[in-house]
């Protein structure tokens, strides 16, 4: 079989992928990306991904790079205040909140949330317009031999591919991080997320809202109206035997059971999706880059799902190594190059990691002692303007922006 030629191989078709063949064929790189599973794009079929994706500032200017903003901007719902609660008293109902309103750092909103299969649908339509971007679905990566001036990479129907760089955005399993000889270091919780759509008779005013008692938080992000009502995305996470048991409920006896959790912020939830469950993980790679390959995304770094994180930071590892790609011209994917993505990426990588596990450990704790210091925490942090205002930056993983 003829061995084709490309700049670029992506192997993963998940969000992360699909974002990065957008941005390296937007950039002029002839690009293929492959998936054994073909990417879902709507609600209701079988195997969506019912989660939503809360895209913080700075990621709007790499999708639009990616040339992707413009097909997303109208089915994005803005997120103007993140607001932490503790749910730690005996009923369940909010004791203390915080709010931080995205007007303190800046004229735009914090972030904007997003269905993952609109953003896969959107995504491949871009693929699609774009000449110099391949898609292959059924077909995975399977192997790759690092030479010095190109990879070749095997793929699982026997055939080969020629590349300068082969990107592993092939999810907490990669094969690619494998065949890199790499290394992941995991930690479990055993914690799982039930993900879902509620409707709500208050309206949500662009509060995205995570709420903390015991056992892991529970997260409302809004979402446009649903038949009417406002709506809005939950991550509720949990031990994974009291997730199985939640997803197993009846669907009035579930509505209840969330509605208690929520602290009844909104009023009565009702559930108006299917209910997804994921494992809750941490996870880093002992590198961002082996020989002519660099991780990303999953692949990389995996995080519990707090602060929406996981997927921004993905899209900082692209930003960073297109870049590089950019830069480095006719060495594109070489040792130096691909060095210096590592050592842009993986200390960011590595803190925010660590910020996140130490976060979703005080969200499990149900001591009363780690209770009261989770309200202090906050009453500290919503009295603190400096504090308050650092952190926000953080979260956004950029100082003050204004675009
Ligand atoms: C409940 C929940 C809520 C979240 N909310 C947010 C949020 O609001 N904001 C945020 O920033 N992040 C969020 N995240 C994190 C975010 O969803 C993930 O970071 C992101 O989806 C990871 O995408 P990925 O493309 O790396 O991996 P995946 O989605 O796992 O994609 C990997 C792909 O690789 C493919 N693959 C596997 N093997 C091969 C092979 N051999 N060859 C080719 N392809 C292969 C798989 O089929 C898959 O399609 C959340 C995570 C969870 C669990």
Redesign the pocket.
Known sequence: MKKRTFDIF??????????AAAAFGTAGFSVLI????P?VTTQTADGA?L??????QP?RAFLKRAGLWDALAPHATPLQVMQIADASGPDGAIRTTAAFDAADISDAPF?W?LP?WLLRREMIARLHALDNVMLETG????DMVARTAYALVQ??DGSQVRCKLVIG????????RTAAGLTAKTTRYGQK???FAVTHDQPHGNISTEIHRSGGPFTL?PLPDHDGLPCS?V?W?NDGTKIANLAALDPASFDAAATARSGGIYGPLTCVSKR?T???ISQIASAMNGPRAAL??????????IG????????ADLACLLDLALDAGETIGDATMLDAYHAARHNDVRLRVTGVDALNRASIAGSAIAQDLRVAGIKALYGATPIRRKLMELGLGAKRQST
Request: hydrophobic share 50%; charged share 10%; proline share 9%.
């Open positions: 992506i192997s993963g078709c998940g969000v992360a992928g699909l974002t492959v998936d054994p599973t990417p991904d989660r939503t994706t809360a895209f913080l990621a972030g949330n993952n077909v995975g990566f399977a793929l699982t955005a092939d999810g907490r399993n990669s094969p690619v997320a039930l993900t992000v995305a991550v996470m997804g994921w494992p809750i990303v995304a999953e692949a990389a770094h995996v995080m519990p799902p929406a994180q996981g997927l921004n930071m993905s899209l």
